[in-house]
């Protein structure tokens, strides 16, 4: 993913190297971000009042990705609100924005995204309801009028906009108001333009899989782009052991099998590709069934074949399958 002209200007003036291609960071990553704190009782009030509100907590065994480097070194302190998000399933995005807000002490404001999602319910939308006194007509704060609140109020929050390339186009374009330099938005109900100081925005997309969109070139431009990639093989098998408690030669097995979809997934095995990913999280599912006392094969066939759901019909996924009993030395049946 190419910078533009003003990314790489912004990064030159911090002092930054500029990459050539994608943003990744091989090198161990210092952990520079302050503990959060306690949640403060009018915090308290507002995570009770806005069920999309959440604080995260620190995760005592996260394995932080060489790629969030550019998150938690630059995105918070920078003068551009937003950063994208991009890469397969299952790389952590999520995690490593919930990661980075409970280190600097954010709040996360999550939306996610569907093709339904409209403007007005972005913003905000008027209700009528005989319950809510004289003339029955009341206000639904949108995630934006939320941000708001929550701007005006001086809370550290982050909007994190989660599978954001499945929404549609006119729901993409009432962000370019919210990130360009303004930093607003307009709401027809007050019939005003609300500004905000510093928002902060997460955007989160799985590209390239089936019901997803291209992002708009103009928003595209405003955000630092970061890709995500899955772990190194041994990082992801030491999480998966610590994770689970599985022995190393289990844990190494399973990222093995992983590697392999994953490879197909991304068209990158023998020509075969499959509409078919292959997340941590099941493999931590298996170590967890295996140590219950499960045979590997049973486990294997539960959570992953179980995962694969419609995909499972097509030539190439079963045939990628089906090979794991000779590459990875799983027998499965599909």
Known sequence: MELTQEQQDIMEAAGMTIPTQKILVEAPIEQTLPEPEPVAEEIAVLLDKYPSLYQPTIMRDFVEPAWAN??????????????LFTGPRGTGKGTVIEQIAAKAGYLVLKIEFNDDVTPDELVGTPRFSMSAGEGGDWFQ???????????????????????????????????????????????????????????KIAFACNEGYTGTRDIAKNLRDRLIP???TYLPAADESELIQ???????????????????????????????????????????????????GMDENEAWQTCVIGRAGNSIRTEGTRMVLANLSKTAGFKVTV
Not at 258 to 274: C, K, L, Y
Request: charged content about 20%; some cysteine.
């Open 226 to 228: 970061q890709f995500a």
């Open 242 to 292: 610590r994770r689970t408690g599985c022995k190393k030669r289990l844990a190494d097995k399973l990222v093995k099998a992983a590697n392999i979809i994953r490879a197909a997934a991304a068209g990158q095995s023998d020509g075969t590709q499959i509409d078919f990913d292959m997340s941590p999280r099941p493999l931590f599912e298996i170590g967890e069934l295996i140590g219950m």
């Open 70 to 83: 550019l998150s938690m070194n630059y995105w918070l302190k920078s003068t551009m609100p937003a950063t």
């Open 141 to 199: 704060s949108g995630p934006f009028m939320i941000l708001s609140e929550l701007d005006q109020a001086g809370v550290k929050v982050i909007l994190f906009c989660d599978e954001f390339n499945v929404t549609s186009p006119s729901a993409q374009m009432t962000f370019n108001s919210l990130t360009d330099k303004s930093g607003g938005f307009y709401c027809k109900h007050l019939a005003k333009r609300m500004t905000l100081k510093r928002p």
